[in-house]
C-alpha cells in the first residue's frame, strides 16, 4: 500500500506539482504565474497571496524531499519523519489547492533554484550525511513557517487562507518539534 501511495504520489508531482520549499515564501522567492483569476469577484490581498504561494511551494517541497528521505536515509527516525512529511503534506496541500481553486487563486507548479538546488544536495549525499543535513534542513524550515503560519493566522486578511493557517499551524508546530528531536539523535 506504501508503495502505491508513493508511486501515484510521485507521478503526480512529476506531472505537476515540482518541488520549493516554504522557506522559498521566506526568502521572497514567489512564483510569477500567482494570478487571480479574471472572473473572480474578490481580490485576494497580496500578503494573503504570498502566503498562498510560498505554502504551496513548501508543501509540495516537504513531499519530495520526505520522499527522499524514505528512500535515502539510513536512521530509523529521519525515514519516519520523511514519512510524516509526505502524509501529512499531502493532506495540506490538498485542501489548500482546494482554497485556491475557491479563490481563484493559481498556486505555483514549479521548482525554485533555491529549492532545487537543496533537492540537489541532498540527492548526492548517502548515509549519515544524508540523515543530518536533511533534518538540519527540515528544523530551519520548520522553524521559519511556524512563523509565517503564525502571522497569516493571526493577520490574515482572506477568511479562508486564514483558517488553513490556524488549522495546519499545530501540524507544523508538532513537525518542528519532530525535527528538533530527531536532529538530537542523528548528530
Known amino acids: 500500500m506504501t508503495r502505491v501511495r508513493l508511486s501515484t504520489t510521485i507521478t503526480s508531482m512529476a506531472l505537476g506539482c515540482g518541488l520549493c520549499v516554504f522557506s522559498s515564501l521566506i526568502y521572497g522567492?514567489?512564483?510569477?504565474n500567482t494570478k487571480m483569476d479574471s472572473g473572480s469577484t474578490k481580490m485576494m490581498k497580496s500578503s494573503d497571496t504570498k502566503f498562498a504561494t510560498?505554502?504551496?511551494q513548501g508543501g509540495m517541497a516537504e513531499v519530495q524531499l520526505g520522499q527522499l528521505a524514505v528512500q535515502k536515509a539510513d536512521?530509523?527516525?529521519v525515514k519516519a519523519f520523511g514519512q510524516h512529511m509526505v502524509d501529512d503534506h499531502t493532506k495540506a496541500n490538498d485542501e489548500l489547492k482546494g482554497v485556491a481553486e475557491k479563490e481563484g487563486l493559481t498556486l505555483p507548479a514549479s521548482l525554485n533554484a533555491k529549492d532545487q538546488a537543496l533537492m540537489s544536495k541532498l540527492q548526492n549525499l548517502s548515509g549519515g550525511a544524508f540523515d543530518k543535513a536533511y533534518i538540519k534542513a527540515m528544523v530551519k524550515d520548520h522553524e521559519e513557517d511556524v512563523k509565517e503560519f503564525q502571522k497569516e493566522a493571526n493577520n490574515g486578511k482572506d477568511p479562508q487562507l486564514k483558517d488553513f493557517a490556524s488549522k495546519t499551524l499545530p501540524t507544523l508546530q508538532s513537525h518542528l518539534d519532530?525535527?528538533?528531536s530527531t536532529d538530537a539523535k542523528v548528530k
Open 178 to 180: 519532530m525535527a528538533k
Open 75 to 77: 536512521n530509523a527516525d
Open 54 to 56: 510560498g505554502a504551496a
Open 29 to 32: 522567492q514567489g512564483n510569477s
